[in-house]
Structure formats: structure tokens, C-alpha cells
């Protein structure tokens, strides 16, 4: 069966008398050298688990089952169920569970596949709930090997952005924090059923196993990033005082020289590194006072 066919696609979806639901982001690919190259480049090693968000009529998650040794998918649809169970019944290595990934407790759910091996995650994301999902994978601190999706591409080329570009935002800073983010290639609207109004992007991130920065308090590190961005036309010795009212604007212009900052600069030319030490350094005030 050739999931990437939209006769098949449409075919399978009136079998089970579906349609295609707008509030779970149901945009299903139909370009087989896509699906072949998100589930080939989603990860190094073959002989891990893969878990997929959103496995929809089952088109990427039947070419990762070939590719890993074990795939776990989890769909909010419970529509979907059936079709998965026809779509992929060739294969014993592939779980598909009907859960909602927010009320996922991912640590319970893949002890075991840690336990066994490598751990990465792959998606086609519903694009409702992208940033959600990503800050959940991250902030679950859960060593995954890479998280690869498939995202708006405006989304991609925020989260791929360097500092001081354009596109560089609170959440290229705060992902950078977790791992590194590359864009692996563009993929146009007309490559899914029904075509969505934007095109897209697959970007992988690699996590750190060991980050390059260690700040003394993380809620304090996102919350100086957090700051910096709210106020983004100024500079950062404003952006700050607006963030932290319990600082002086002498305390916080002393903490910017401190940390080797221009006066002047703006809170988008930062690294997270550098976000790093001027949480310290805000943070050392914070409790002496
Ligand atoms: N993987 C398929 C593909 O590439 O053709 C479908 C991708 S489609 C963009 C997103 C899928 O995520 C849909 O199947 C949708 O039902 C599912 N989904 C939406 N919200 C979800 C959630 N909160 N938890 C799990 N799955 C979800």
C-alpha cells in the first residue's frame, strides 16, 4: 500500500468513514522521498527507539518501523486507531497508543525503551501545538538522542536562527539552551493532504548531553531571557529594569559592564551563554538583598 498516494490517502480515510479533522492539525504528507528522508536522517542509530507524535494514517511512522528497531506512536484521534492497525499490520515493532502527547507522563512511558537504547524523537507536528510539544520534549529533560519534526517553516527558521539575526527570538535562545538546531531541508504546502496555507520545514535538534552552560538557576536564566525579548526595540538595561522591578537601574547597568556588555546593547544580540551569566550575575544581587 502506497501511503503517499493521495487516491490511497482519500481510499483509507473513506474506508473507516473519516475526514480529515482541522483541530488536531491532520495535514497528512504525501511525498514519498520526504517521508523517506525524515524517517533515513531523524537519527544516527538504527538500533533505538523511535517515538512519534501524531502518527496520522501511519505514512512516516511505516517507513521509521523499517528503519528502527522499535517505534512508539501516540495519536489523539481515536478515529485514527483502526486505521493504524490496518496500515501497519505488517509490523511487530510498532506501538501505537490513542493518548494526547500533553497528558503524556513520557518518563513512565519510555523507561523501557531507554533502558534498551538510544531514544530520539520524529513527527510531523500538528502545527496548533508546536511550541507546546517541543517545550514539553525539552523540559522533560529526558536524554533523547535528536528530536527531528517537521514544523512551519517561519517556526524553523526561528528555532535554526543565530543570535543578533533576524529571526532570533526567547525561543532559539531558551532551545539552544537544550541542544543544537539545524535545518535539514524546506518541504512546499503542496506535499500534504489538505495542503496547509504555509509551507514547511524538517529541522533536527540535537541535545546536549553535557550543556555548554550552566547557570546557577534555570527559572532564573528564562526568566532574564524572558525579559529581554518582551521589551525587544530596547535596550537591554531597559528590557531588564522593566523585567526585574526589584533591581535598581544602577544595579542592572552595573551587572551588564560586569558581564563585558555594552550599555547600549539589545537583549537579541545575546547568546545563551551570555544569558547565562547575566542571570548569575542578577541572581547574586537578587539574594544579597
Ligand atoms: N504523521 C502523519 C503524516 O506525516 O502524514 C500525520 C501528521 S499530522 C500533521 C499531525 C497528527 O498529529 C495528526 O494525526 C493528529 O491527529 C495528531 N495529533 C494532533 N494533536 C495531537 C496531540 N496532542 N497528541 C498526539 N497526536 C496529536
Redesign the pocket.
Known amino acids: 500500500m502506497n501511503l503517499c498516494d493521495i487516491k490511497t490517502v482519500k481510499q483509507v480515510m473513506g474506508m473507516f468513514h473519516l475526514t480529515f ?1 482541522k483541530e ?6 504525501t511525498d514519498r522521498s520526504v517521508v523517506e528522508d525524515i524517517a533515513s536522517e531523524c537519527c544516527e542509530a538504527s538500533n533505538g527507539t523511535i517515538l ?6 501511519g ?3 511505516y517507513e521509521l518501523a523499517l528503519r528502527h528497531r522499535k517505534v512508539i506512536a ?4 481515536r478515529g ?1 486507531i483502526p486505521v493504524l492497525d490496518y496500515t501497519l499490520k505488517e509490523f511487530d515493532n510498532v506501538q501505537v497508543i490513542n ?4 497528558q503524556t507522563d513520557l518518563h513512565a512511558l519510555l523507561t523501557d525503551a531507554f533502558a534498551q537504547g538510544p531514544v530520539s524523537v520524529c ?4 502545527y496548533y ?1 508546536t511550541s507546546p510539544i517541543l517545550m514539553k520534549l525539552l523540559e522533560s529533560k529526558l536524554p533523547f538522542d535528536y528530536i527531528t519534526v517537521m514544523i512551519q517553516k517561519e517556526v524553523a527558521d526561528r528555532l535554526c536562527a543565530r543570535a543578533g539575526g533576524k529571526d532570533y527570538g526567547a525561543i532559539t535562545a531558551v532551545l539552544n539552551y537544550y541542544g543544537e538546531a539545524e535545518k535539514l531541508f524546506d518541504v512546499p504546502a503542496d506535499r500534504f493532504l489538505p495542503a496547509p496555507k504555509v509551507d514547511s520545514a524538517v529541522i533536527r535538534i540535537r541535545l546536549y548531553r553535557d550543556k555548554p552552560c550552566k547557570p546557577q538557576n534555570e527559572e532564573l536564566l528564562f526568566r532574564t531571557v524572558k525579559a529581554a525579548f518582551a521589551q525587544r526595540r530596547k535596550t537591554l538595561t531597559n528590557a531588564l529594569g522593566a523585567g526585574f522591578p526589584e533591581l535598581t537601574k544602577e544595579q542592572i547597568n552595573a551587572v551588564i559592564a560586569d558581564c563585558g556588555l555594552e550599555a547600549t546593547v539589545r537583549g537579541e544580540r545575546l547568546d545563551i551563554a551570555q544569558f547565562s551569566a547575566l542571570s548569575d550575575a542578577i541572581g547574586a544581587l537578587i539574594t544579597s538583598a
Open positions: 479533522r488536531f492539525g491532520q495535514n497528512f504528507l512519534e507524535i501524531g502518527p496520522g494514517i505514512t512516516l511512522t501516540l495519536e489523539i484521534d485514527l493518548e494526547d502527547v500533553m513527527a510531523n507536528l500538528p501545538i
